[in-house]
């Protein structure tokens, strides 16, 4: 009796782990690069995961035993390479990369240094290191290249449907070009070049992109969301004297920066979305980062002319 209790014990342990052990495909980490994959993968048989879960913060996100379990399960594994992502490099000696591609967008585009500019509050603790950002998805002319990149990554792992993969690219690729040309055309039609942000900025590729020059309270990932008197005083001024019609606030913010300098300025606080992370919502309803990049730009038109 207690022996047949022990195998059906055991029996309910085995097919209880497989069922949590869900094979997906492809596991990405952040919303960008779950939704490059999706794009490219559209009519295939690939399922694609996220671990970050929509509407949560992605700068604490902490993995749990089953997400380390989908990531060695995973084909192909994508994730961004910088500050956020430091976890990752406790695990990737557990993966064994001849049965999960380790793909890293960092390693797929240029990349730049987090920058501190001018009335920025900076962060007492790392002031001393400069990072690397890590927002290269803010870039569209970077989505490009990511989606081109990541493209063969996938077809390596199902050769039999290259075909597919490619026109899904092509599609794609279509779309982000013309983002990138209709950004092109506000920024070289528009009264000036200048957007300032009362909230974090993870926008720096998409600025050196478009030519843009920016003032922000924060830098990309900073964890802070309460900016000094001298921050909100010097964004105030810039406002002011710039006669900036616009201030931005990001995705999944508490806006109280913006609001707090809208109310001394009367500009407009309005969003303007980096994709880090989609509300539940907006996730549910199966938003992309091209609907993102196209509110975007309603945005950008206003806080330019
Ligand atoms: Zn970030």
Redesign the pocket.
Known sequence: MKKILVVIIMLFLITGCNKNSQEYTIVATNFPSYDFARAITKDSNIEVEMLLKPGSE??DFEPTPQDILKIKNSKIFIYVG???DAWIDDILIDIDPTKTKIVKLMDLVDTYEEEITEGMEEEAEESAETELD??VWTSPVNAIKITEKLTDEVISIDEPNKELYESNRDSYIKELESIDNEIKKVVKNAKRKEIIFGD?F?FRYFVEEYGLTYYAAFP??SEASEASAKTISFLINKVKEDKIPVIFHIELSNKKIAEAIAKETGAKVLEFN?A?NISKTDFDKNIGYIDIMKNNIVALKEALN
């Open positions: 992605i700068h910088g500050e956020s890590e927002h974090r993870p990309g990932c980096s880090h």
